[in-house]
């Protein structure tokens, strides 16, 4: 099974901040690579798959990039509504997600 | 619009079963693989099961092969999971999810439902 690990597993930004989340694969996974955001008490919502493709409606704030094995999701300009936890999917396996919190 | 809405989560003893449901409408139900994706509470995503869209072809999480069973009904756009033998790791929220592509993409997510074993 490919291993997903995210770092950092927590992250302290303020509003206006560029953010970078890393998620690394176990192995070659060529661009198989989607984004979640999940705020608490709610479903994921898909941001970004194929490691760079925006889901319609995603803000261009949010882009993603990579292949192989390292990855990254950066946020250009943090708004209010998006703090919340952001996870990797690699297929069958997901990151064990990250913590986008307000400074 | 699309909607997923799950049912039949509660409080199990161990060893006991479960049933779940996912009533789907706003899409052509029977043109995409659907998926389960657990939660435990304050936890991670951990992906439970996926059916193909014609229901022939399946895939178990090794946590809960061997116990759980993924099925549709492409008539009513229903999709269950049975779930059995259950314990305590298996306490999560359960969603159930659109699945697309090659990428395995989770397009549509339900509001989930909480599966709790305890004695």
């Known amino acids: 099974d490919i291993l997903m690990t995210q770092s950092p597993s927590s992250l302290s930004a303020s509003v206006g901040d560029r953010v970078t989340i890393t998620c690394r694969a176990s192995q070659n996974i060529n661009r198989y690579l989607s984004w979640y955001q999940q705020k608490p008490g709610k479903a994921p919502k898909l941001l970004i798959y194929?490691?760079?493709t925006l889901e319609n409606g995603v803000p261009s704030r949010f882009s993603g990039s990579g292949s192989g094995t390292d990855f990254t999701l950066t946020i250009s300009s943090l708004q209010p509504e998006d703090f919340a936890t952001y996870y990797c999917q690699q297929r069958y396996s997901f990151g064990q997600g990250t913590v986008l919190e307000i400074k | 619009e699309v909607q997923l809405l799950e049912s039949g989560g509660g409080l199990v003893q161990p060893g006991g079963s479960l049933r779940l449901s996912c009533a789907v409408s706003?899409?052509?139900?029977?043109?995409?693989?659907m998926s389960w994706v657990r939660q435990s509470l304050g936890k991670g995503l951990e992906w439970v099961a996926t059916i193909s869209a014609s229901g022939h072809s399946t895939y178990y999480a090794d946590s809960v092969k061997g116990r759980f069973t993924i099925s549709r009904d492409n008539s009513n756009n229903t999709l269950s999971l049975q779930a059995n033998s259950l314990r305590a790791e298996d306490t999560a929220i359960y969603y159930c999810a659109t699945t697309s592509g090659s990428h395995l993409l989770l397009h549509h997510w339900g509001q989930g439902t909480l599966v709790s074993v305890s004695s």
């Open positions: 706003g899409f052509a139900f029977s043109t995409d693989a």
């Open positions: 194929a490691a760079s």
